[in-house]
Structure formats: C-alpha cells, structure tokens
C-alpha cells in the first residue's frame, strides 16, 4: 500500500539552527500538507501547497518557515532559525483531492523536532 | 468561538459498552465532515467519512446534524484496540479542513 514517508523521525537541534524535514508523497497525489502536533495539543495546520506553490497557510507559518519540492518527489520543511517552542512532531500529508468529498489525508509518521 | 469543538474526554469505558461522542462545528456552510483516530504518539488515519443520512462502519456509526451544527460517533461493542483519540475534522466553505482538538477514549478491561 502506497505510503508517505517522513525523514527523520526524530531530530535534535539547538535553537537558531537551521532544520529541514523532509518528506515523500504519495506518488499521484497532487495536494500536500505539514502539520504540526506539540505534545498533547491539538493538530494545528501549517501549509497546504499544490501545483508548486502555496496554496493555503496558517499563521503559525510565518516567515521562519518554508516549503519545497525541489525535485517533483520530495516535499521539504525547512525552519530557518528554530525556537524552543518548535519543538513538536511535524506530520506530512498528501491527498489526491484538495480534502474535498472523500477528505482523506494521508499521513505520514511523523518527524519529532526537539529544540534545545 | 472555536471553529471545531470536541469534548476532549478522557472518556473512561468499560469493554463492550456503547459510547458516543459529538463535535460542534461554527460554520454552517461547511461541507464534509470526517472522523480520524489517532493512536498515542501516532499520525492521525481517516476512521470514516460522514454522510448527510449518517453512515455505519462495522461497529461504528457516524451521524451528521445538520441544523444543530454537529456530527457524532457511536462506537458499539468497544473493544480495548478502540482506545485512541478521536478527530473531528470539518471540510469548510474556504476548501480548508479544520481539526477539532480531539477526543481521547480509554477503553478498561
């Protein structure tokens, strides 16, 4: 079955490091999302991005952060300069619809960020 | 007023018992509505999609309430897998997919 990945599952960094998470979809699927989860909180949305750009951002998503999909198969996070409270897991999604009538996301498991 | 409302529980039920939770949504020209588990430290996966004249799924069963603004989730016979957290997720007007905060259910031997 036909799955996204996320690279790492688990990253340490200090705070003002440079973190890229990566991710790869599912092959035909032309909408992506990342996500972010702090422990114990709610699912928050950060990016949606479709046809090579940004289609729909939150405002967690402010100018630290950005997204790519620098070679038509993986779809990169990139924090620029992280802060203690960026620690959190980071899930990728793709879907084949803009989460319309079947809505289904597919996730992946995840990136755990720890920010020291 | 959050957009999506969940009661986050814990709701603490005993193995095969019936429990039902609902979640509120504030935008009545949302258009699709959708349940998700989530299992502990895991990635949320789509439980079921609910329908304007409800849907059933084995032992659960979804309901969408239109003029109330609020879809539920029945889950009968619950088995000890069943304890998860539960995601209401709402399909707006603005083509975005809004997450409640989640239901946590316990299912006890």
């Known amino acids: 079955e036909p799955e996204v990945t996320q690279t790492p599952s688990h990253q340490v960094t200090q705070m003002g490091q440079e973190v890229i998470l990566r991710c790869v979809p599912i092959s035909n699927h032309l909408y992506f999302y990342w996500y972010r989860q702090i422990l114990g909180q709610k699912v928050e949305f950060l990016v949606s991005?479709?046809?090579?750009?940004?289609?729909?951002k939150s405002e967690i998503f402010d100018d630290q952060f950005s997204v790519e999909r620098p070679d038509g198969s993986n779809f990169t996070l990139k924090i620029r300069s992280t802060k203690l409270e960026d620690s959190a897991m980071y899930f990728c999604?793709?879907?084949?619809?803009?989460?319309?009538?079947?809505?289904?996301?597919?996730f992946g498991e995840g990136s755990r960020l720890t920010v020291l | 007023r959050k957009e999506v409302e969940q009661d986050p529980g814990p709701f603490n039920v005993p193995e095969g018992a019936t429990v039902a939770f609902n979640c509120t949504y504030s935008n009545s020209a949302s258009q699709s509505f959708f349940w998700y588990r989530q299992d502990c430290r895991k990635e949320p996966k789509l439980l079921m999609s609910v329908y304007s004249s409800g849907n059933e799924d084995g032992r659960f069963t979804a309901q969408l309430n239109r003029a109330s603004q609020y879809i539920s989730l029945l889950i009968r016979d619950s088995k000890l897998s069943d304890s998860a957290t539960y995601l209401c997720v709402v399909f707006d007007s603005n083509y975005q997919l809004i997450w409640g905060a989640g239901t946590k259910l316990i299912i006890k031997p």
């Open positions: 999604a793709s879907s084949e619809f803009a989460g319309g009538p079947t809505g289904e996301l597919f």
């Open positions: 991005f479709y046809n090579n750009e940004i289609s729909e």
